[in-house]
């Protein structure tokens, strides 16, 4: 089994290619706290070659838990130091739990594939979920919702109504990978929320995530009274990162319906907008401004691009690239607000498609989280910007279905 480990890990930097580490026992579920582990024959470099990076770490190393199925003989890689052009301008809270919790964590698009690897959490440190009424989950079918209901009484015209999509790339994460997030925006947001476990990529591919998001938006239109007790004019949308395309593109596909559905506030969170983004920085340029910032590498956004949309031809269509509307569908859709992190690949392209909102005359709120890579939203247990970002997520909706 693959083990989650706990790593306390000093680095210094030298030229040599990263050394291995082979976990004493990698069927453990527990190990004993303050085993020495050394990566490097010594703490000097004297080899000399200038060609290679090279980690030497010193650690202390208790494992936490075994998450996700892998061979029976295992070496994990200390393949993901910070990279020493980001750490100047990254979050110190950030640089510090990365390279506690993050270093030596495998991350899906470097192993091979197989769908398990969804059982384990998409992103370390997030908060406990709150308590709310009730959470409840109901089948549509092909997927699943749950919905999380506020305690007391609902008002006389039912509660406003969030749905929820998932970040994940479209390939990761599930009903419970944001449960923190969802029970806080029921919470703070008095309302109810339903989380949408759509299905994912590779398995199943564009459009199939967007097909899931219009059956749940219409599923609330229809059950907003029976089951939901919510009021049926007061419906918000939201999403982080894969989830906040969807989002977005479930926005311009609401005044399509038949009949057409009333959304009256977006929230995007870190949103994927344009498909066509690479590297190069030729379409936006913090691909390559960020290219290399933590966990969400263009390496890794391009992986989960090709699982996701495995056809070209599909990424300038404007219900996978939602910056690809004309300004006709735009005027149409509800407020936004939308938040950045200074150091994601994504960055550009979510302020992007709030200007594109706001030239068309929907009102638009951008905040930009200065130091921040891509995954702060989903570590807001261990990180203060993350915990503000979320408050600031439940603000903004509260105040939109007030």
């Given at each position: ?77 200390l ?79 039912g ?16 009903i ?31 459009p ?56 009256i ?36 956004m ?72 891509h ?16 408050a ?11």
């Amino acid at each position: 089994m693959l083990l989650s480990a706990r790593v306390s890990v000093r680095i210094l930097w030298c030229y040599r290619r990263p050394a291995r580490v082979r976990p004493a026992s990698h069927r453990a579920t527990t190990a004993s706290v303050g085993s020495s582990i050394v990566v490097g024959p010594s703490n000097k470099c004297t080899h000399g070659s200038p060609s290679l990076p090279c980690l030497f770490v010193f650690s202390t190393f208790s494992i936490l838990t075994t998450q996700i199925p892998e061979p029976d003989t295992i070496m994990t890689e200390l393949r993901y130091p910070l990279h020493p052009d980001i750490v100047p301008r990254l979050d110190p809270e950030y640089a510090a739990f990365h390279d506690e919790h993050l270093i030596a964590l495998p991350q899906a698009h470097d192993l091979a594939w197989d769908p398990k690897i969804r059982s384990g959490p998409t992103v370390p440190g997030s908060s406990t979920p709150l308590e709310v009424g009730s959470v409840k989950d109901y089948s549509l079918g092909k997927f699943e919702v749950r919905v999380f209901t506020p305690e007391g009484t609902a008002p006389s015209a039912g509660w406003p109504v969030f749905i929820f999509f998932h970040g994940g790339g479209w390939t990761l994460g599930n009903i419970n990978s944001e449960n923190a997030f969802s029970s806080n925006m029921c919470k703070h947001a008095n309302s109810v929320v339903v989380s949408v476990d759509y299905r994912l990529a590779p398995e199943h591919p564009y459009p199939a995530a967007v097909e899931d998001a219009v059956v749940s938006l219409e599923w609330v239109r229809d059950h907003a009274k029976d089951i939901l007790h919510a009021d049926p004019t007061k419906i918000a949308i939201g999403g982080s990162s894969s989830g906040g395309n969807l989002a977005a593109i479930l926005a311009l596909k609401a005044p399509l319906l038949s009949p057409p559905v009333k959304v009256i506030f977006q929230l995007l969170i870190v949103p994927v907008t344009d498909n066509t983004a690479d590297v190069s920085g030729a379409q936006q340029k913090s691909w390559a401004e960020n290219a290399n910032t933590p966990w969400l590498s263009p390496a890794k956004m391009i992986w989960f691009k090709n699982n996701y949309l495995p056809n070209a031809e599909d990424w300038t269509k404007w219900d996978a690239s939602p910056i690809f509307a004309d300004d006709s569908q735009l005027r149409l859709t509800p407020k936004a607000w939308i938040a950045v992190t200074e150091l994601d690949i994504l960055r550009d392209e979510g302020i992007a498609y709030g200007e594109k909102l706001r030239k068309v005359g929907v009102e638009v709120e951008t905040k930009v989280y200065k130091g921040a890579p891509h995954p702060v939203m989903a570590m807001d247990g261990a990180l203060s910007i993350g915990k503000q970002l979320v408050a600031d997520a439940a603000a903004a909706l509260a105040r939109a279905v007030s």
